[in-house]
């Protein structure tokens, strides 16, 4: 699992769901554990708990 997250905004969460509306395409840091601080993204959580997520 890959982990993404927008540079420069401060208030981002992590991103690891393809299809997330907030994926991050551009400019973005990149994690490939779970992150150890910042948030993680809401849509991720619940399309991967719905087996949703790619
Ligand atoms: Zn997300």
């Known amino acids: ?3 993404r997250k927008r540079k ?3 208030y981002d ?3 690891w769901c393809k299809n997330c509306s907030n994926y991050p395409q551009s400019d973005y840091l990149t ?3 779970k992150p150890s601080y ?3 993204c809401n849509e ?3 399309k991967e708990k719905n087996g949703n997520c790619q």
Do not use: A, F, I, N
């Open 1 to 3: 699992m890959v982990y």
């Open 8 to 10: 420069g905004v401060r």
């Open 13 to 15: 969460t992590w991103h």
């Open 31 to 33: 994690s490939d554990k």
């Open 38 to 40: 910042g948030e993680l």
């Open 44 to 46: 991720c959580q619940s």
